[in-house]
């Protein structure tokens, strides 16, 4: 259909409409709240005015209705991130996409192409030319703007075929979404798609959301922001090995009165985030001070994530030995007057990696910060640690192993993608020819010259 040189119409309802309907789905949510907090209420009362066997008998009174509540206000966050979901699809069909372009792209390229009359251009006949001769050389003008208008148009169409398909499978996708219902898959996907509520932990509580599902929700939720600039943000990170010989009277590790001394180290390096490896919880509000008096207008705040307590000795003329101490990792960020804005990422569980080990390892944790910077691009920074200082090698190699069994970025992978031991040999297979075809072409060429070596090298 052709309307004001738009080749193309829009899917008839457009994202804002779906995102509307999404949330007047949540907002009759409300009314389910007030029923809890009302039966809620209302039973309190009840059971501070009986006793005995009554009251043993109306303790679990509410328990179904909270129970139907419950799986009602998930059923209804689940239908509505189904909304946003498909939404989302309609956004990429309508405006956003640039891989098949979308419809608002695809008719700008046709109107920019007319407006050049596609490329043709007209070669007058010349003075003294007849009328014939003139003639011809309008109809060659316009065969030539025909053709190249039909080859774009082709192009166009066969472009939009690939954009409808891509619109097609999201709404299959969708759909069998909704008919399966709320469930721990599903749910995780929209979490990490932007299209359920960042609090959506504490809704679908029997989901586990991993970190990855956190810090995924955080990135779609600024997938709007403008992209991180080369001079946006620096980062440090400075392992404090802050357990590294503590010990009475030594004075070689991290001790107390050392924590100016890293709030020196992260001002000299000029950066906007430091992460901190392997630090005591007890040095944070001294390294924050000192932060802030070294760099007067950093307005600098630190977030920490304890992975173990253990006991610290002080190189003081005491000894003095601190039970307990809270042992992690630590984020710093150099807010300013207004430049940076930071939000903690609730990694939920997943915080913590591992629990100390009878075998003299630290536990294991990671903390992940979300950072805005002054043009408006978000950035998720994260740092985790592990310890083992007095581990055996043995335990070593379990722990390795253990991290390698649940971490690993291709086990992950291939679990989520839910191939075969076939299908991974197979994807090994391709992979090792390639690299071994790559080697054997490099080995077959010619050395660089010397004087190359440093061509395109910048840093």
Same mark, same amino acid.
């Given at each position: 259909?052709?309307?004001?040189?738009?080749?193309?119409?829009?899917?008839?309802?457009?994202?804002?409409?779906?995102?509307?309907?999404?949330?007047?789905?949540?907002? *009759?949510?409300?009314?389910?709240?007030? &029923? /809890?907090?009302?039966?809620?209420? @209302?039973?309190?009362?009840?059971? +501070? #005015?009986? %006793?005995?066997?009554?009251?043993?008998?109306?303790?679990?009174?509410?328990?179904?209705?909270?129970?139907?509540?419950?799986?009602?206000?998930?059923?209804?966050?689940?239908?509505?991130?189904?909304?946003?979901?498909?939404?989302?699809?309609?956004?990429?069909?309508?405006?956003?996409?640039?891989?098949?372009?979308?419809?608002?792209?695809?008719?700008?390229?046709?109107?920019?192409?007319?407006?050049?009359?596609?490329?043709?251009?007209?070669?007058?006949?010349?003075?003294?030319?007849?009328?014939?001769?003139?003639?011809?050389?309008?109809?060659?003008?316009?065969?030539? *703007?025909?053709?190249?208008?039909?080859? &774009? /148009?082709?192009?166009?169409?066969? @472009?939009?075929?690939?954009?409808? +398909? #891509?619109? %097609?499978?999201?709404?299959?996708?969708?759909?069998?979404?909704?008919?399966?219902?709320?469930?721990?898959?599903?749910?995780?996907?929209?979490?990490?798609?932007?299209?359920?509520?960042?609090?959506?932990?504490?809704?679908?509580?029997?989901?586990?959301?991993?970190?990855?599902?956190?810090?995924?929700?955080?990135?779609?939720?600024?997938?709007?922001?403008?992209?991180?600039?080369?001079?946006?943000?620096?980062?440090?990170?400075?392992?404090?090995?802050?357990?590294?010989?503590?010990?009475?009277?030594?004075?070689?590790?991290?001790?107390?009165?050392?924590?100016?001394?890293?709030?020196?180290?992260?001002?000299?390096?000029?950066?906007?985030?430091?992460?901190?490896?392997?630090?005591?919880?007890?040095?944070?509000?001294?390294?924050?001070?000192?932060?802030?008096?070294?760099?007067?207008?950093?307005?600098?705040?630190?977030?920490?994530?304890?992975?173990?307590?253990?006991?610290?000795?002080?190189?003081?003329?005491?000894?003095?030995?601190?039970?307990?101490?809270?042992?992690?990792?630590?984020?710093?960020?150099?807010?300013?007057?207004?430049?940076?804005?930071?939000?903690?990422?609730?990694?939920?569980?997943?915080?913590?990696?591992?629990?100390?080990?009878?075998?003299?390892?630290?536990?294991?944790?990671?903390?992940?910060?979300?950072?805005?910077?002054?043009?408006?691009?978000?950035?998720?920074?994260?740092?985790?640690?592990?310890?083992?200082?007095?581990?055996?090698?043995?335990?070593?190699?379990?722990?390795?192993?253990?991290?390698?069994?649940?971490?690993?970025?291709?086990?992950?992978?291939?679990?989520?993608?839910?191939?075969?031991?076939?299908?991974?040999?197979?994807?090994?297979?391709?992979?090792?020819?390639?690299?071994?075809?790559?080697?054997?072409?490099?080995?077959?060429?010619?050395?660089?010259?010397?004087?190359?070596?440093?061509?395109?090298?910048?840093?």
């Amino acid at each position: 259909m052709m309307l004001d040189s738009s080749l193309f119409d829009p899917y008839p309802v457009d994202a804002p409409q779906l995102q509307a309907a999404a949330e007047a789905t949540r907002g *009759r949510l409300d009314l389910v709240g007030t &029923l /809890l907090a009302t039966v809620e209420q @209302e039973h309190r009362a009840m059971m +501070s #005015a009986i %006793e005995g066997d009554l009251a043993t008998s109306a303790q679990d009174a509410p328990t179904e209705v909270l129970r139907v509540a419950s799986t009602v206000q998930q059923q209804a966050h689940y239908a509505a991130g189904c909304l946003e979901e498909f939404g989302q699809a309609v956004d990429r069909y309508n405006d956003a996409s640039s891989d098949p372009r979308s419809i608002s792209r695809l008719n700008a390229a046709y109107r920019e192409a007319m407006a050049t009359d596609f490329g043709a251009a007209y070669t007058p006949a010349g003075a003294g030319a007849t009328l014939e001769q003139r003639s011809e050389a309008v109809d060659l003008f316009h065969q030539q *703007r025909a053709g190249a208008e039909a080859a &774009l /148009l082709q192009s166009l169409h066969a @472009e939009k075929l690939r954009l409808d +398909s #891509a619109l %097609e499978d999201s709404a299959t996708q969708v759909k069998a979404m909704l008919d399966r219902g709320p469930n721990s898959a599903d749910i995780r996907t929209l979490y990490r798609s932007g299209s359920l509520p960042i609090d959506s932990p504490v809704i679908f509580t029997d989901v586990r959301f991993s970190w990855w599902d956190r810090a995924q929700a955080w990135v779609a939720r600024s997938a709007d922001t403008p992209e991180v600039g080369s001079d946006d943000l620096r980062v440090m990170t400075l392992n404090i090995g802050g357990n590294w010989k503590s010990e009475p009277y030594n004075s070689d590790g991290m001790d107390p009165g050392d924590a100016d001394e890293v709030a020196k180290r992260i001002i000299n390096q000029d950066v906007d985030v430091a992460t901190l490896q392997e630090v005591w919880g007890m040095d944070l509000d001294q390294i924050q001070d000192s932060l802030n008096e070294l760099d007067p207008d950093g307005n600098w705040d630190i977030e920490f994530q304890s992975a173990s307590s253990k006991k610290r000795f002080d190189d003081d003329w005491a000894g003095t030995l601190y039970l307990d101490q809270p042992f992690g990792n630590a984020i710093a960020v150099r807010q300013g007057d207004g430049d940076l804005a930071y939000q903690r990422v609730d990694l939920g569980d997943d915080a913590k990696l591992d629990e100390p080990g009878d075998d003299g390892s630290d536990g294991r944790a990671m903390i992940m910060v979300a950072v805005t910077t002054s043009s408006g691009a978000t950035v998720n920074v994260s740092t985790a640690h592990t310890d083992y200082e007095g581990v055996s090698e043995e335990a070593q190699a379990d722990q390795i192993e253990d991290l390698r069994e649940t971490k690993y970025p291709l086990e992950l992978l291939r679990s989520r993608l839910e191939l075969s031991d076939d299908e991974v040999e197979q994807l090994d297979t391709e992979v090792t020819a390639i690299v071994e075809e790559s080697v054997a072409f490099a080995k077959a060429g010619t050395d660089p010259a010397p004087e190359d070596a440093l061509k395109w090298v910048y840093a």
